[in-house]
C-alpha cells in the first residue's frame, strides 16, 4: 500500500472523477424521482399475509377503484410465515380509498391494514425544508473546515470531496431506482457528517501532525478510516437483513451505505491524492 500511495497516486485521482461523471450522468439521465411525502400521496401497508400475493394480483385490486400508478412491494419478514405489502402511489386516492382499503384487506386476506397520507402542499414545504437543511449543513461545514485548516485549497478540497460523496449517494440512489424523501435527505445530511470527519482525520495527520512522509502519515490514517468504514458498512449490511421490510430504515441504511462506499473513494483516493500533491509541489508545508 505504501509503494501505490508514493508512486501512483495521481492515477488513482482518475477514479473518483470518473465515478463522479458517472454518478453525475445517472442523475441528468435517469433523475430521481420525489418520495410520497416530499411530492403528495398515499402509503398502504398490508401485515400478516399467510400467503405471497403477486405483484400483477394486487395491480388489478388498484386497477378495478382506478389506481393505475403505483409502486408495490411485497416483503417476507425474517422468523415469521406472514408478508407485508407495501404499496406507494401520488394519485389521490380519497374518493375511493374506503373501497380500495376494504377491497385489499379481504382479497389478500390481510391482518391489519394502516394508511398515510401527505398532500402535495405539505410534500413541497417539506422539500423546500429538505434543501434548506443540506444547504446550512454544507455552509456550516465549510466554515468549519476553513477556521480549522488555514489552507483555502486543502479546505476547497475538502469540501469538493464531500459535495462529491453527496452527488455520487444521489446518483446511486437513481440508478437502484430509489426515491429522494425526508428519510433519504436525513441518510444525506448524515453521509456529509460522516465524510467530514473522515477527510478532517486525513488531513489532520497529513497537515498537523509531524514525524515520517507525508505518504506514511496518510497510510496511517487510511488504515484508521478504512477500519472505521468497514466496522460501519458491516453494521448497515446487518441493518439492511434484518428491516428487510421496513422502508424506512431500510430506506436510511441503504442511502448511508452508498454515501459511504463514495466517501472511500472520494476521502482516500481524490482528496488523499490532491493532499499528497500538494505536499510534492510544496504548495503546503507537512
Known amino acids: 500500500m505504501d509503494g501505490v500511495l508514493k508512486y501512483d497516486y495521481k492515477k ?9 461523471a458517472f454518478s453525475s450522468s445517472i442523475l441528468v439521465l435517469k433523475g430521481i424521482e420525489l418520495g410520497i411525502d416530499l411530492a403528495g400521496g398515499t402509503l398502504i401497508q398490508l401485515e400478516g399475509l399467510k400467503e405471497k400475493p403477486s405483484e400483477s394480483e394486487i395491480e388489478g385490486i388498484l386497477a378495478s377503484h382506478g389506481v393505475k400508478s403505483s409502486q408495490i412491494r411485497v416483503v417476507g419478514k425474517i422468523g415469521s410465515p406472514t408478508y407485508t405489502v407495501v404499496i406507494l402511489t401520488k394519485e389521490d386516492i380519497s374518493e375511493v380509498e374506503t373501497e380500495l382499503i376494504s377491497s ?11 394508511t398515510s397520507g401527505v398532500g402535495a402542499e405539505i410534500g413541497e414545504y417539506f422539500f423546500s425544508q429538505g434543501k434548506k437543511a443540506i444547504v446550512l449543513a454544507v455552509s456550516f461545514m465549510a466554515l468549519v473546515i476553513f477556521i480549522l485548516f488555514r489552507y483555502p485549497v486543502i479546505s476547497m478540497s475538502m469540501i469538493l ?7 455520487d449517494a444521489l446518483g ?3 440508478l437502484a431506482g430509489m426515491e429522494l424523501s425526508l428519510s433519504s435527505i436525513a441518510a444525506l445530511l448524515m453521509v456529509i457528517g460522516y465524510s467530514v470527519d473522515s477527510n478532517i482525520l486525513l488531513t489532520t495527520s497529513v497537515i498537523k501532525r509531524r514525524g515520517g512522509k507525508p505518504q506514511d502519515r496518510v497510510v496511517k490514517a487510511m488504515r484508521t478510516g478504512l477500519k472505521m468504514t468497514t466496522t460501519t458498512l458491516i453494521a448497515l449490511l446487518v441493518l439492511l437483513f434484518l428491516f428487510q421490510g421496513e422502508r424506512i430504515i431500510s430506506g436510511i441504511a441503504t442511502v448511508l451505505l452508498f454515501g459511504l462506499v463514495s466517501d472511500l473513494i472520494n476521502t482516500w483516493l481524490f482528496n488523499a491524492g490532491v493532499i499528497l500533491f500538494l505536499v510534492e509541489r510544496r504548495w503546503i508545508k507537512a
Request: proline share 3%.
Open 172 to 174: 446511486l440512489m437513481a
Open 161 to 167: 470531496a464531500v459535495l462529491m460523496d453527496g452527488i
Open 12 to 20: 488513482f485521482l482518475l477514479i473518483p472523477i470518473l465515478f463522479l
Open 104 to 114: 385489499l384487506e379481504n382479497k389478500l386476506k390481510a391482518e391489519e391494514v394502516s
